[in-house]
C-alpha cells in the first residue's frame, strides 16, 4: 500500500507547485483587470462598466486564491506521503488521505458552483437577449 502512495507522490507535489505558480499568475492578472477598471472610471466611454470590471478582476482574484489553496494541500499531501514512507503507520496513512479527501472535496465544491453559475449565466443571457429588436 505505501508503494501506492510513493508513486503519487511526485504526481500531487508537481501538481500543486503548478496549482500555485498558474494561481499567481491569476492574481497578478486580476491586480491587472482591477487596475484597467480604475483606469475605464476615470475614462468613461464605451466598453464595459467600470464596476464590472472590478468585479471581474475580484472573481479572478479569489480562483487564483482557491487555486494557491489546492496547491498546499496537494504539497501536504505529498509530505503526508513522503511520512508514510518513512514510519509506515497507519496515522500517517489516515493523514495522507485526509489531504488528499479535502482535495477532491474541494474540487467537487468548485465543480458544483461552477455547474450552477453556467446555468444562470445561460439563463441571463437568453432572457437578455431575447429583448434585444433587429
Known amino acids: ?21 498558474g494561481s499567481c499568475f491569476m492574481i497578478l492578472g486580476a491586480l491587472g483587470v482591477i487596475f ?11 466598453g464595459l462598466p467600470a464596476g ?3 468585479i471581474l478582476g475580484l ?10 489553496f489546492l496547491g498546499v494541500k496537494c504539497i501536504k499531501y505529498s509530505g503526508a506521503i513522503r511520512a508514510l514512507s518513512f514510519n509506515h503507520s497507519t496515522a500517517s496513512a489516515e493523514e495522507a488521505l485526509d489531504h488528499q479527501r479535502v482535495v477532491w472535496k474541494t ?11 453556467f446555468i444562470v449565466m445561460m439563463g441571463v443571457s437568453m432572457f437578455s437577449t431575447s429583448s434585444i429588436r433587429y
Do not use: E, H
Not at 505505501?2 to 505558480?21: P, Y
Not at 474540487?107 to 450552477?116: F, P, R
Open 1 to 21: 500500500m505505501v508503494d501506492l502512495f510513493n508513486r503519487t507522490r511526485g504526481w500531487a507535489l508537481f501538481i500543486g507547485i503548478l496549482a500555485i505558480i
Open 36 to 46: 484597467a477598471g480604475s483606469m475605464m472610471a476615470s475614462n468613461a466611454g464605451p
Open 52 to 54: 464590472m470590471v472590478l
Open 59 to 68: 472573481f479572478y482574484g479569489f480562483g487564483g486564491g482557491i487555486g494557491i
Open 107 to 117: 474540487v467537487g465544491i468548485l465543480g458544483i458552483i461552477w455547474l450552477c453559475l
